[in-house]
């Protein structure tokens, strides 16, 4: 559908991939605007806009979600390609210019990285862009909550306010109090996160100051109840319910374990591990539903980086107002705190590097997570000591589902044109092949692993007929990477095996235990097939059979492309 309207930028526009994206409100609600080269705008302005409207394409499969997933809950659900654009106004947009200029400060300062990690403990993730790499390397030392903004940062300034006016009479202690969490949500934005800690901090801090014992998971109820039904999309917001599930784990569990922990480790070393582990063990399902992996030293590396984020936080801010009202003093905090967040880095390069950092446990479907946390939250409940010896049996059912899940033969086709993957599986092991090999197809591929829980793949195999440059992607994939197959050849592991159905044939024969399927993109693979005697358990047909072909087919299991067209593994 074309369309011409206006729009206003709710953010700066961003390099993703090949394109440049940027949410945007129009008439008719929130859409996400794709350009083919990065304009020069900024969040706030007014732009007109001519292009075609579609709605988001959803995930290939439930393993590779799309930008319609993810954007599902900033109540986005459709695109416009942009063809022309014009400048209708710029309005004036103070705190997106004091953001900009606060990250733009910081990287100065800081140097690349560390500067951009300054910016992002004031400003979120979610405002200070930050390399691909860099956000892996957090993610696997389980230190991601480190860079969004959230209750741990509001927190921290929180209670440095508070301490520096304790002794100040309630005039001051107030707006001091309420100017912080103000200053703090104007600079960090409107994110799920930060709204829930800044409800439940006004509220804790007004039932204080009233003299009224609060209640924490009270506070936390009211406060996602309020927030959902402002805006019920935050419900499908992944970063709403970890953080969530962290704050209740922190509430319901921190205490008890560490109690627990206490009859085995100092007081100060239980009172340091509690809240990681709870938080951790609160979180565990939603990561292992959206995710699939579990960063194996994610208790240890927040127990290490303890001591360094608290003062690199609130230097961060201090920096932040420092780039603001005072940028030649700068300097003087950079040279005292860029060291503190190299520290952190190597940290987190030392962690994210350890064997086993990340445990592929691949994603588990919705009835194991609910059986995962019904056999857990007895362990993490002191109520629900009484029926701990009834959730053993719920976890054992969980941990057996999943591991005949991941040990079973499977053959499993994703296709998300003009990309297609094939994943063959055997106990526990597998093989991939893959249509392209340019490095989106490789980043999607190592996606599809993480949600599968495969570490490495025991083979990989390219179909791409274009030469790709050597890409150090698909080889840290799998044990042993081919580029193409030739007639004759056949490449294998144990259980895991595929060859050319015949050198005249794109056709491929594919075998994974005592299973056997044939992939045949066109019909002069289909004709291969015939002449080798119609063999095989399965049948995956590139293009839509005649009525004939179907009977030949017989009562086989078969696959093929409901639209019809030509097939995606034959290139044209």
């Known amino acids: ?23 945007a409100d129009v008439p008719q609600g929130r859409v996400r605007l794709r350009f083919r080269d990065c304009p020069v705008l900024q969040q706030g302005w007014r732009v007109q806009l001519e292009g075609r409207l579609r709605r988001l394409r959803r995930g290939p499969h439930p393993l590779l979600p799309c930008a319609a997933e993810r ?16 400048l209708i106004a710029r309005p004036p947009t103070p705190m997106a210019d004091v953001r900009r200029r606060i990250a733009a400060e910081l990287r100065r300062a800081g140097g690349e990285e560390p500067g951009r990690v300054l910016a992002a403990l004031v400003l979120g993730q979610a405002m200070v862009p930050l390399p691909a790499a860099l956000r892996d390397a957090f993610r696997a030392a389980g230190l991601s909550h480190a860079l969004a903004a959230s209750g741990f940062h509001l927190s921290v300034l929180l209670g440095a306010v508070l301490l520096l006016t304790r002794r100040a009479p309630a005039l ?36 204080k100051e009233r003299g009224r014992r609060s209640r924490p998971l009270e506070l936390l109820l009211l406060c996602l109840l309020l927030m959902l039904l402002l805006r019920p999309s935050w419900l499908l917001d992944v970063g709403f319910q970890l953080s969530a599930a962290a704050t209740g784990g922190l509430i319901l569990s921190a205490g008890p374990l560490e109690e627990r922990l206490q009859r085995w480790l100092p007081r100060w070393a239980a009172a340091a591990m509690a809240v990681p582990l709870a938080a951790s063990l609160w979180t565990l399902p939603l990561q292992l539903l959206h995710f699939g992996v579990v960063p194996s030293y994610a208790v240890l590396s927040n127990v290490l980086a303890a001591p360094l984020l608290t003062p690199l936080t609130l230097g961060a801010m201090a920096m932040a107002l420092t780039a603001v009202l005072m940028p030649a003093l700068l300097g003087l905090l950079a040279a005292v705190l860029v060291p503190l967040a190299q520290l952190l880095l190597a940290l987190v390069a030392f962690m994210a590097r350890l064997p086993l950092a990340q445990l592929p446990i691949g994603q588990l479907g919705l009835l ?33 589902l999943r591991c005949w899940q991941q040990s079973r033969d499977q053959l499993l086709l994703v296709r998300q044109a003009p990309r297609q993957w094939l994943v063959l599986r055997h106990q526990g092991r597998a093989a991939l092949v893959s249509l392209k090999a340019d490095p989106s197809s490789c980043s999607r591929a190592a996606q599809l692993a993480q949600g599968l829980g495969v570490a490495r793949f025991d083979w990989l195999l390219l179909l791409d007929p274009l030469p790709q440059e050597p890409n150090s992607c698909w080889s840290g994939l799998a044990h042993t990477t081919v580029n193409q197959l030739l007639p004759g050849q056949q490449l294998q592991s144990p259980g895991l095996a595929v060859r050319r159905l015949s050198p005249d044939s794109q056709g491929l024969a594919l075998r994974a235990g005592r299973q056997r399927w044939w992939v045949l993109p066109d019909r002069q693979a289909w004709w291969s097939w015939l002449r080798q005697g119609r063999g095989g358990d ?3 047909l590139g293009f839509v059979p005649s009525p004939r072909e179907v009977q030949v087919l017989g009562g086989r299991q078969a696959w093929w492309p409901t639209a019809g067209s030509t097939s995606g593994w034959h290139q044209s």
Do not use: T
């Open 368 to 400: 194991l997570v609910v059986l995962l946390l019904a056999g857990l939250l007895p362990w993490l409940l002191p109520a629900g000591r009484r029926w701990r010896l009834l959730a053993l049996p719920l976890l054992a059912l969980a941990v057996g």
């Open 71 to 86: 954007l599902a809950s900033k109540g986005v659900w459709s695109e416009i390609e942009v063809e022309r654009w014009s």
């Open 538 to 540: 399965a049948v995956w």
């Open 1 to 23: 559908l074309r369309i011409q309207l206006d729009a206003r930028l709710l953010q700066d526009p961003r390099a993703i991939g090949v394109a440049c994206q940027a949410l």
């Open 172 to 207: 001051i202690r107030w707006p001091a109090a309420f100017g912080a969490m103000g200053l703090f949500g104007l600079l960090a934005g409107a994110q799920a996160s930060v709204v829930r800690a800044l409800l439940m901090g006004a509220l804790a801090f007004v039932l």
